[in-house]
């Protein structure tokens, strides 16, 4: 049996998994895969080995602007832990990758009966609720500058290696603002040696300057993933 590369999965012992594991679905998202829709019941849980997920708030405009992304250290469809069975939030692989599937149904059964699975899933949930109140605080309280090196970080952390497949078009959304101003961005960042930035693809080059210009935008979640669940991301 070959342990799952999700790090919440992960916590699990041996023999939990092997009792869980014939409730999953091994599978890869493309990239643009829709995870759940506003409004819709949450038919499952992804548990992510690799990729990038994407928690889009929208308005009855269509407006939209990103408030969390999800990787390897966690899942989608936090709502379903919560007894909610859906969101007026839209979810979406943003860049592809593998997960471990599992129907809502079978996610409130095994959280019955694996209560250590149960504390670990509302841990993830409370984690992912100080990520979505750190993204109000930057937007609210940051400029564009620290805001767009604080996404890079974020993409990052749950992407293995330094190329992340991210177009101007998703920062623009992550940010919540036009494309024109990312480009200007971008260009700055690039200017101080902190990426590289090419058409769909962004090089982190210098991580500590990264962080230097996110300042204070980054790092509580991060800090609290760590407290709670004892491993960086």
Same mark, same amino acid.
């Given at each position: 049996?070959i342990p799952p590369q999700?790090? &919440? ?13 014939? &409730? ?66 839209? #979810? ?28 670990? &899933? ?58 024109? #101003? ?28 990264l962080e230097n ?21």
């Open positions: 049996m999700n790090k &919440l999965l992960r916590h699990l012992t041996t023999s939990e998994w092997s009792e869980l594991e014939p &409730l999953f679905v091994h599978e890869k998202l493309d990239r643009g895969h829709v995870l759940h829709q506003p409004g819709e019941p949450i038919r499952y849980a992804h548990f992510f080995e690799g990729g990038l997920s994407s928690e889009i708030a929208l308005n009855a405009d269509d407006e939209r602007i990103e408030v969390g992304c999800v990787g390897h250290e966690g899942y989608s469809g936090v709502p379903i832990a919560l007894s909610v069975n859906s969101t007026p939030h839209q #979810s979406f692989m943003e860049v592809g990758g593998s997960a471990f599937r599992i129907a809502t149904a079978d996610l409130l059964s095994a959280m019955e009966a694996f209560p250590r699975f149960r504390t670990l &899933l509302l841990q993830f949930a409370h984690v992912f609720m100080i990520q979505i109140a750190a993204t109000a605080l930057a937007d609210g309280r940051y400029n564009i500058h620290q805001r767009l090196a604080r996404w890079i970080l974020m993409c990052h952390d749950r992407l293995d290696g330094d190329e992340l497949p991210l177009t101007h078009e998703f920062l623009a959304l992550m940010l919540g603002v036009r494309r024109s #101003s990312v480009t200007d961005t971008l260009h700055l960042l690039e200017g101080e040696g902190s990426i590289k930035a090419t058409r769909g693809l962004i090089v982190v080059r210098n991580r500590h300057r210009v996110a300042g204070h935008s980054y790092g509580v979640p991060e800090a609290e993933y760590k407290r709670i669940m004892g491993a960086d991301l």
